[in-house]
Structures are given as structure tokens and as C-alpha cells.
């Protein structure tokens, strides 16, 4: 019975894998793309300029300046907020000082209108506004994940949705398939074809073991809205008016709240920061806001830096009376649902991670590619063995397995090289074109296109080797496209020290160095096997043409 009950765990593991093998690549790919996203975004705007240097700022100085420039800008606002220049390490990036004020919202309205200016933190003058090129950047990789593309948002969430289930599914039926699970950990037989791909698709699954459950189980968490609606719908209704209830109730919003126009505090707001400082430690206040509620009076609340806390939008805040300077109570209610959903997202997306966990996060997602892309391929590896033992291959189950083996080749090899095409196309597409972003995204996915029917008119050793050699060139020569086309490539930002832009060519290099050693290590394995297949000259070819685990 025990044994019985681990077949159909097998069976269930192999099955729901398959069937959502592709779509799920696709998710790890750009999800994975989704951890460096803000770092995309910003090589691809490379009109944008270098990095500011905050050890250069004066923090006491810029603060005056900004409130010097709100003063005459945002008269009659409902909040003056003052972004101080420090590093966001949810968004990675450098932030220059900025202000930004919300106007007094017109009568039956919450909100009024947003505005926002760049400050010079020297001389407190607006800095020019430089028009960058227009562009999905990461931002459209990272919603690829859970949105994918041209598919209704909808339609597409609930995909994915069911496809993760899937994948927990078939993770938690690995673990329970493989009674020696760990042994095989340790365990790697090089050259023996479907044992060396087992060996290769469990070492990579209990490498990451922890992180693949983490990120499924997550991702299915906070959705609620989406993937667990009967509760909500249950409770509050399922029209606009009863869902906006809800999220009023959820996030503690009075729309009856009254505001009085903002005014300089009599307060000094250096002596506030040094309050916070004191506190947090120099540098880590990251932002200011001044809000007057008829109801408790004027009040100034700054914002610690975001990182190493868990919950990374609930920051850490301190609170004072805008008059006298003395604290105050935040009465901001930490909503134990909101704060659970923190939590988990977080966790997901790694805000809370400084660069060398990032970079874990980020190798992590590679380790799912690689167990997903494995676990295909030894799909393919069992039916091919198991067709050239039988003396005649139906041509149903031939065509059938021919369909997955370009499907596979496509997929593993086919998605990389389209997402270097979607770096290229940033570079190369005219910057004044319209619908630039768009077309961006079409030629990732053109490209993707075109390797599924090369794949599948090459034979298939040759399609996957000359695939793989394709995304070497399109990785490789990334950063000297770079140096052609802007001024930001490596000969300027590693002397300047700007990490961000410097730190995506070094890394399209080193997945170039990723994929040639792959198309090397196949290559010689491949003739290897054709070697030894002519020693044992067989009697006659095989019905099914070999795949690429072979």
C-alpha cells in the first residue's frame, strides 16, 4: 500500500510537472529577472545620469532647502512630503532629494492632485528634467511573472495561479517520491545519460528546496482577492462599492477626515532629524511628511530607511507636534492582516534583502530554472528510452515526443535568448519611436517565436547547440552594444563606481561564460555518444530521433 501510494505520488510529480513545465520556466525566468528589476530599469533609461555620491551631501542643508522650495511652491497643499538623499534598498537605487505635495482635494474628492520636483541637494534649484527613452525595463519582466502578456490581467493571474498549485503539488510529491532524497543530494553520475539528468534535476530541487516552497506557497498567499475572493465576497458583497469598503476598513481609511492647508512648522525640521537620528543612527532617516488634521493638529513624521525589517512598508516612524516638537502617538492601528501579508510578500520578492541576499534570491530563481528545465528534459529522456526498446514506435506517440523535445528546446534555451533580444531591442529601436516600449516586448517575444520553429526544422543536437551559441553572442556582445550606443558602459561606470550599471554588463557577461560552457559540455558529451554508438555499430537506426538529454 505504502509502496502504491508513492507510485501515484511519482505519477502526480511527473504529470502536473509536464503540463506546466513551460508555463512555470517562463514564470522563474522573469521572476527571477523581477529581483534585479529596478536595476534593468535603470540600464536601459541610460540618458538617466550616474549615480549621486551621498557621501557629497549635505543632509541638514538639503532639508532647509527643501522646505525653502515647498514654501513657495505648494502654498494651500494638503501635505508637504521630503524625500532626503539616501539609498532605498527596496527599490535599489539612489535617491536625490526630492519634494513632492498633495493638493487640497476638490470637495467630494479623497485625494487631490500629486506633484512632485527634483531638487539640486546643493543649491535647492529644480534639476533639469532629462527625458529618458521610453521602456517596460524590468518593471515589464518582473509583471511578466504573474501577468504574462497579451492576455487579459484576470484571465492570466488565475494561470499562473493554477500553475503554481500545480508546482507545489509536484514539489511536495518529489519529496515524497524520493526515499533517499538527501543521499541523492550528495550523489552526481556524470555521462550516464538519464541517471546523470535524475541526479542533476535533485540536486539542484534540494539545493533550493526551502526557497521553492517559500516562493509557490507565497505567491498564492497574497492574492487574496484573486486566488481566495469567497471570503471578501462572503463578508463585504462583490460590487466596486462593497470592495472599496473592505480596503477602506483594511487600510484604516476616513474618507471624512478633515485637513487644513499645510504651513512652515514652528518647529526647526534639523533639530527633528537629529532627534531620529539620534535614534536610528546618522543617515538613516530617508523622508519627511507634514500633514495638519483638523481633528489632532499639525504634525511632522519622518521615516526610517527601508531594510533589514521584514516588513518593509511599514517602516519604522517617529512622530512630532509641528508646533512645539514634542512626540507624538501614532495612532496608525498595525492591522495583524496587513502586517501578515507584509510578511509573506516581502519574503517573496526579497525587499527586505541587502545586495548579497539579493543576490542569493537571485541565484535561487536560476537553481528553478534549472530544476524546472531539467525535470523536462528527463521527461523526454524516460519516453525516448522507453521508445527504442519497443520494436515499432507508433507515429502518434513519435510525434508526440518530437512536440515536446521542440517545446523543451524552445522553452530552455529559446526564452533566454529572446529576453537578450528584449535588451537589444532597447538599444537599437529608435529612441523617438512610437510605441517604443511595446515593441520592445514584441521583439522579446518574436524572437522567442522564431527559436520554437528553429528548433523545430534544425535537428533537434544541432537546434539546441546552435541556440545556445546564439544567446552566447547575445550576451556577450550586450556590453559592447552598450559602449556603442551610450555613454554609460563599462570604461565610465567602473571607474565612477556606479555598480548598478557597471554590475549588468559583468553579469550578461558572465551568463554568456554560463551558456558557452553549456554548449560546450553538450557538445563534447554528444560526440562522445556518437563515438561509442559507432563501436557498437547497431543493427539499425532508431524510429525516434534521439533528444537532447541523449
Known amino acids: 500500500m505504502k509502496e502504491g501510494f508513492r507510485q501515484s505520488m511519482a505519477w502526480l510529480h511527473t504529470w502536473t510537472g509536464l503540463v506546466v513545465g ?20 535603470r540600464w536601459m533609461r541610460p540618458e538617466l545620469p550616474l549615480a549621486e555620491r551621498l557621501q557629497d551631501v549635505d543632509r541638514g542643508l538639503a532639508l532647509e532647502l527643501a522646505l525653502s522650495r515647498l514654501e513657495r511652491d505648494a502654498v494651500n497643499a494638503k501635505s508637504w512630503n521630503i524625500e532626503l538623499p539616501h539609498y532605498d534598498q527596496g527599490a535599489r537605487r539612489v535617491h536625490g532629494l526630492e519634494i513632492s505635495w498633495e493638493e487640497m482635494p476638490e470637495r467630494g474628492q479623497m485625494w487631490g492632485r500629486y506633484n512632485s520636483e527634483e531638487l539640486d541637494a546643493g543649491t535647492g534649484e529644480v534639476k533639469e528634467t532629462v527625458e529618458a527613452r521610453n521602456t517596460g525595463g524590468g518593471t515589464l519582466l518582473y509583471r511578466m511573472h504573474y501577468a504574462l502578456h497579451y492576455i487579459p490581467y484576470d484571465v492570466a493571474i488565475r494561470l499562473v495561479g493554477i500553475c503554481t498549485m ?3 503539488l509536484a514539489i511536495l510529491s518529489g519529496v515524497i517520491t524520493h526515499k533517499k532524497i538527501f543521499k541523492d543530494f550528495f550523489t552526481f553520475r556524470p555521462g550516464k545519460g538519464q541517471r546523470s539528468w535524475l541526479d542533476a534535476h535533485n540536486i539542484i530541487s534540494v539545493m533550493a528546496l526551502p526557497f521553492f516552497l517559500m516562493i509557490t506557497y507565497s505567491g498564492l498567499m497574497f492574492f487574496p482577492s484573486q486566488y481566495m475572493p469567497a471570503g471578501i465576497g462572503t463578508v463585504y458583497g462583490t460590487s466596486d462599492a462593497d470592495r472599496n469598503r473592505f480596503y477602506d476598513e483594511l487600510f484604516e481609511r476616513d474618507r471624512d477626515e478633515v485637513f487644513l492647508p499645510v504651513a512652515k512648522p514652528g518647529v526647526s525640521l534639523h533639530s527633528l532629524l537629529e532627534k531620529a537620528e539620534a535614534e536610528w543612527g546618522a543617515g538613516n532617516v ?27 512598508y511599514d517602516a519604522p516612524s517617529l512622530r512630532f507636534s509641528a508646533v512645539d516638537g514634542q512626540p507624538m502617538a501614532d495612532d496608525h492601528e498595525h492591522h495583524a492582516v496587513l502586517e501578515t501579508r507584509g510578511v509573506i510578500l516581502a519574503l517573496h520578492e526579497g525587499l527586505f534583502a541587502d545586495w548579497w541576499l539579493r543576490w542569493l534570491y537571485f541565484l535561487s530563481g536560476l537553481l528553478g530554472c534549472g530544476m524546472i528545465g531539467t525535470g ?12 527504442l526498446k519497443k520494436d515499432a514506435t507508433s507515429r502518434f ?4 515526443l518530437r512536440l515536446v523535445e521542440i517545446l523543451n528546446a524552445g522553452t530552455i534555451v529559446g526564452l533566454p535568448v529572446a529576453i537578450a533580444a528584449y535588451f537589444w531591442a532597447n538599444r537599437l529601436l529608435p529612441v523617438d ?5 511595446a515593441w520592445e516586448a514584441h521583439s522579446l517575444f518574436v524572437v522567442w517565436g522564431w527559436t520554437f520553429v528553429y528548433a523545430a526544422l534544425r535537428p533537434l543536437k544541432k537546434a539546441w547547440l546552435e541556440i545556445l551559441w546564439i544567446a552566447v553572442a547575445a550576451y556577450a556582445l550586450l556590453p559592447l552594444l552598450n559602449a556603442l550606443t551610450t555613454d554609460k ?13 557597471a554590475g549588468f554588463d559583468l553579469t550578461m557577461l558572465a551568463l554568456a561564460a554560463l551558456f558557452a560552457y553549456a554548449a560546450v559540455k553538450l557538445r563534447t558529451k554528444w ?5 561509442a554508438a559507432r563501436e557498437r555499430k547497431p543493427a539499425k537506426e532508431p524510429a525516434v530521433e534521439e533528444v537532447v538529454a541523449q
Do not use: C, N
Open 22 to 41: 513551460w508555463v512555470l520556466f517562463f514564470v522563474f525566468v522573469t521572476g527571477t529577472a523581477g529581483y534585479v528589476a529596478g536595476e534593468i530599469s
Open 166 to 168: 500545480l508546482m507545489l
Open 286 to 312: 530617508a523622508s519627511l511628511s507634514l500633514r495638519h488634521p483638523q481633528k489632532d493638529g499639525a504634525y511632522v513624521e519622518l521615516h526610517k530607511v527601508s531594510g533589514g525589517q521584514i516588513v518593509v
Open 376 to 387: 523536462l528534459v528527463l521527461w523526454t529522456v524516460k519516453r525516448r528510452g522507453r521508445h
Open 397 to 400: 506517440d513519435a510525434a508526440g
Open 433 to 437: 519611436m512610437a510605441d517604443r516600449a
Open 489 to 501: 558602459h563599462l570604461g565610465v561606470t567602473l571607474p565612477y563606481g556606479d555598480w548598478v550599471l
Open 527 to 531: 560526440l562522445k555518444a556518437e563515438a
